[in-house]
């Protein structure tokens, strides 16, 4: 059999798998669908600062910038101008709107990734993508977990409020996940539609 024949034959096999292959839909624990229906600051006073966050956050005792929102979005320790901030409670809602502004303009950004992967590869490896995706955003998940337990102390506030809001977002992102996968499981068509569904709706 010549070359391009094989290849072409090869070609059909793993096309043939992948409308075959059955992917498996994780189930999130019922505290992580709890946590993902949380309020997380979009209808707060500081709505404003959610939807238009702007590029730095005057506060009375400091100024936070895109830099330390990515870093807040990681696991401590935290910057020490924002856990030491004197007006940090007083200022919390504030800094919590922005925080999710920035989170979900992460958010935003990654489910467009996954719809450009969808675009150029088979449902069976995009299943893969993304259940290596959960898996990994489980073991965050976890992590932030055992953050806000170790930090529940009144002079860690600060660091056990912004886990704490870590946890819920990764909550969400978990049930976001999850619904990707059971949309793929149905076809890559309903994919596209739950995912463009989904950001329309942050845009």
């Given at each position: 059999m010549p070359y391009s024949a094989r290849e072409a034959r090869r070609q059909e096999n793993?096309?043939?798998?992948?409308?075959?292959?059955?992917?498996?839909?994780?189930?999130?624990?019922?505290?992580?669908?709890?946590?993902?229906?949380?309020?997380?600051?979009?209808?707060?006073?500081?709505?404003?600062?959610?939807?238009?966050?702007?590029?730095?956050?005057?506060?009375?005792?400091?100024?936070?910038?895109n830099t330390d929102f990515e870093i807040m979005?990681?696991?401590?320790?935290?910057?020490?101008?924002?856990?030491?901030?004197?007006?940090?409670?007083?200022?919390?809602?504030?800094?919590?709107?922005?925080?999710?502004?920035?989170?979900?303009?992460?958010?935003?950004?990654?489910?467009?990734?996954w719809i450009e992967e969808a675009a150029v590869h088979d449902r069976a490896s995009l299943s893969s993508k993304l259940t290596k995706a959960y898996w990994i955003l489980m073991k965050e998940w976890e992590q932030f977990g055992v953050d806000v337990r170790e930090h529940g102390h009144p002079d860690h506030l600060p660091t056990e409020f912004i886990a704490f809001q870590n946890r819920l977002w990764t909550s969400r992102r978990l049930m976001w996940l999850a619904d990707d996968l059971k949309h793929l499981a149905?076809?890559?068509?309903a994919f596209f539609e739950a995912s463009q569904a989904r950001l329309s709706h942050f845009m």
């Open positions: 793993r096309q043939a798998y992948a409308k075959r292959k059955v992917i498996v839909v994780p189930e999130p624990s019922e505290v992580v669908q709890a946590l993902s229906s949380m309020e997380i600051g979009e209808d707060s006073l500081f709505q404003h600062l959610y939807y238009s966050a702007p590029p730095e956050l005057e506060l009375s005792g400091t100024t936070l910038t979005m990681g696991h401590p320790p935290y910057p020490s101008h924002i856990i030491s901030l004197a007006s940090f409670e007083s200022d919390w809602l504030k800094i919590l709107a922005v925080f999710h502004g920035y989170a979900t303009r992460t958010f935003v950004s990654e489910q467009a990734k149905e076809g890559t068509e």
